[in-house]
């Protein structure tokens, strides 16, 4: 049987979290990686770093703010898509598409919306339909498709330790879950939600409050698999561990295993990026070095 094993992770500014997301690259071994929050230019990327430790990327990153990447182990992610279609003044970096191994995999950061109401939170719900629109045909496109990344929506009370101290986020309000419902049913497969079914497992702490000393969590990081890639999940999960290290993000890494050995690898076109956008960032990893995994 062949695994793949995809997660996403948001890692809150990627210069000062490289330590840690070298160590969990080394440790956990995902075969891809979808990062959000990167918080840097393009040209500040630490791609040396990373093709290091085995991994081509691609990337869009944004000062300060926002920024998304796509790593594989061992080889070069061919991009598909740079920003989400729908709004040609959209300017943030929020979303990207590449092709590995034959699955497609869409990296997103949805925004934050607050405060809400507001223009924020106005731009969330407009970013979300978007992608509910870019979703369907992807849904659609008899490819293997998995959207990975922090969705900053909490689905239902039971993704949250307590929802009342969150009735006025932006992350609980009824038209952010509403949304997100739409999504699924297209027929998009919450690869948690499935694994767990009956069990609260947050993606996310924040650093107020002991909220991780006291497991007072919220799930916002999601992996959705189409029909073409849903029946080949084996396992889903939360390296819980990332987030007790020092100087952490406030995320996990989530992530999904596949079993891909009957998935016949069909070619994903690559498309060609819009004029106004910069040419994608990439570069070839060299063969990545089998390691033993650790107790």
Not at 92 to 119: D, F, K, M, T, W
Request: charged share 25%.
């Amino acid at each position: 049987m062949s695994r793949f094993k995809i997660a996403t992770f948001n890692i809150n500014g990627i210069r000062t979290r490289l330590p840690a997301l070298l160590d969990w690259l080394a440790r956990e071994a995902p075969d891809v990686a979808c990062l959000q929050e990167l918080k840097t230019i393009d040209t500040a990327f630490p791609i040396d770093e990373i093709r290091a430790a085995g991994y081509g990327a691609i990337w869009h990153g944004q000062k300060s703010w926002n920024g998304v990447a796509i790593l594989a182990r061992g080889t070069d992610p061919i991009e598909a898509r740079r920003g989400l279609p729908g709004d040609e003044a959209d300017t943030h970096s929020r979303y990207l598409e590449a092709a590995i191994n034959g699955v497609l995999v869409a990296c997103l950061y949805l925004p934050n919306g607050n405060p809400q109401p507001g223009p924020k939170f106005d731009y969330k719900l407009a970013w979300f339909e978007r992608l509910i629109r870019h979703a369907q045909g992807l849904y659609d496109s008899g490819h293997p498709v998995v959207l990975a990344g922090d969705f900053n929506v909490v689905p239902t009370d039971e993704d949250i330790y307590n929802p009342r101290s969150w009735l006025k986020d932006a992350l609980l309000q009824p038209e952010s879950r509403e949304c997100y419902r739409r999504l699924l049913a297209q027929g998009w497969t919450d690869a948690l939600r499935t694994r767990y079914p009956d069990e609260r497992i947050y993606t996310f702490w924040d650093y107020f409050r002991q909220h991780w000393q006291t497991n007072s969590g919220l799930r916002i990081d999601h992996l959705l698999l189409n029909a073409e890639l849903a029946p080949r999940m084996v396992d889903a999960g939360v390296d819980k561990w990332v987030r007790g290290e020092a100087r952490a993000s406030d995320h996990a890494p989530t992530w999904i295993e596949l079993d891909l050995g009957e998935v016949p690898a069909k070619k994903v076109p690559a498309k060609k990026v819009a004029a106004k956008k910069a040419p994608a960032k990439t570069t070839k990893a060299p063969a990545a070095k089998r390691r033993a995994p650790r107790a």
